[in-house]
């Protein structure tokens, strides 16, 4: 079994910063890509950023230039730094990775729970 926790949400004032972390943990074997997608009230989950395990990202426009997206393999970890922050970037913020668990042969899609993400003044 696979769990993907994720901390560091909260409220923040536009302009302001917050990092997230998102920590894989249970029977894993590998993890290929994680990553970060976002669902505001009222409207679907959206991609935000995606990272391999070799470090290459990719963002969504409307976050470029503004979130960076890490991670540290031995830790199981993928890091949301979220600086600039806008109104429209409310929402929960949700950690997703590809993981290959030990008794598997297959790469499977887990998520975390989520965690919100306030930017307000």
């Known amino acids: 079994q696979v769990q993907l926790v994720e901390s560091g949400g909260g409220l923040v004032q536009p302009g302001g910063s917050l990092r997230l972390s998102c920590t894989a943990s249970?029977?894993?074997?590998?993890?290929?890509?994680m990553g970060w997608y976002r669902q505001a009230p009222g409207k679907q989950r959206e991609f935000v950023t995606s990272?391999?395990?070799?470090?290459?990202?990719n963002y969504a426009d409307s976050v470029k230039g503004r979130f960076t997206c890490s991670r540290d393999n031995a830790k199981n970890t993928v890091y949301l730094q979220m600086n600039s922050l806008k109104p429209e970037d409310t929402a929960v913020y949700y950690c997703?990775?590809?993981?290959?668990?030990?008794?598997?042969?297959?790469?499977?899609?887990?998520w975390g729970q989520g965690t919100q993400v306030t930017v307000s003044s």
């Open positions: 990272i391999t395990n070799s470090g290459s990202t």
């Open positions: 249970g029977r894993i074997f590998s993890i290929a890509a």
């Open positions: 997703n990775a590809d993981i290959r668990t030990r008794l598997a042969t297959v790469w499977d899609d887990y």
